[in-house]
């Protein structure tokens, strides 16, 4: 069995775990683990305006230059038929993105191997145990058996939370919300996203980047102009129509009695549409988000409904404040799980008192 040594183990290769080691390799020895050998696709991502100064601030920030789009604003139907307009103009960090994911996450990690930080995937591990020197870490890398040593451990697993529920820590889900999802293309470009509530749930469109199987649509259809976007139902599970998940004119018949979506629909390119189904899009969180050698960020830590847009967001900033305090009072020192633990008490009680004020909207 393979050995090795190091400061710190972040396990999980996505957004939040990459920004981690990113913002800690210049001071600490970093091994970054993933399960995956390349991010798998996603859509329908949104990156806040205010990313934009965690980028600068690592020197990333020329990565959003090609392969994404910029986010121009919201067009709101909360709780009214009548169309508010909330634009990037007044914000101080500019406008935000919509993201290609999986090339977001690809970029990322071929900066993190750039940078000479140790990476390990296809990589899983198996068991964990904590002796007074540290972590010993079990894991299989490319089907070996391999033994990794740290100091401290990350989890950056996202809802999984595989590491910290491998420790006996439980997850607390808020409520059973879920989310239908379609892309098309269409024949309006814009870049403006359209919220509108229901009362069933909430809907949401956006513009995306060009994704593969979006090209494979728009050379099928014979079209030499389209924009692909995102059609998004957000729902409580006991509300859920199960036809809305299997049936392409089932979800866009519902998605026109949205108000401001039934011109968007009306321009979808016909034969364009994909339906992927069901996914998990409630708000829920650890009991705990740290203990003593071990830290959780993003959504491994906390995740968030939708409709606050800031679930990208969260796993860079959480990732930044726990490596500004491990940077700052080092690997040891005891207060540390006490001083991230107060920090994500805090947004998790703002995103609690934003997101009551924003549904009483609704009723």
Sequence with gaps: MTDYNTQIVILGAGIGGCIAALALAPFYSVVLVDQQTEPQARVGECLAPAAGRILHKLGLLDLLTDGHISSHGLLSYWGTEIPTLVDQLANPDGHGWHLNRQLFEQQLRDRVQRRGIRCLWPASF????????GWVLDIQHKNKPMQLHSQLMI?????????????????QNLDQQLSVWLTALVKVRKHISVLSS???GWWYSAPLPELPWVEADLVDAGQSEGQARLFALQMQAGQFDKNLSLSSAAFLQAATKAPGLNTLVQQIIPGTERLHGVVA?????LEQGCGEGWFAIGDAAMSFDPLSSQGIFNAMATAMQLADLLIEHGLQHKDMPALYQAQLDSIWQHYL???DRYYALVG
């Design 281 to 285: 899009a409630n708000s829920s969180k």
């Design 353 to 355: 008192a934003h997101k």
């Design 198 to 200: 229901v009362p069933e």
């Design 155 to 171: 989890d950056a697993t996202g809802r999984h939370s595989r590491f910290a529920r491998a420790l006996g820590v439980r997850r």
């Design 126 to 133: 198996s068991k964990c145990e904590q002796k007074p020197n």
